[in-house]
């Protein structure tokens, strides 16, 4: 599923790291998708990393053909 470029309509994305137990439930029920990195607990440097590697390899054919 490639989920970032994939929805439809929607005016901006923001990804939302949360802490060590997560968001709070008004967050959750204001989020149209969700996602989870881990099932590990990641420090927001490593989940960031984690996020960006994500993002770039869901559209990494696309920059090797445009090579």
Avoid at 33 to 56: F, K, P, W
Wanted: net charge negative; hydrophobic share 50%.
């Amino acid at each position: 599923m490639d989920l970032v470029w994939e929805v439809e309509g929607a005016s901006a994305i923001v990804f939302c790291i949360g802490g060590p137990y997560g968001h709070g439930q008004q967050l959750r029920m204001r989020a149209d998708v969700t996602i989870r990195l881990s099932s590990m607990v990641l420090n927001h440097q490593i989940a960031l990393i984690v996020l960006i590697e994500q993002l770039y390899r869901s559209k990494e054919p696309e920059f090797d053909a445009a090579v």
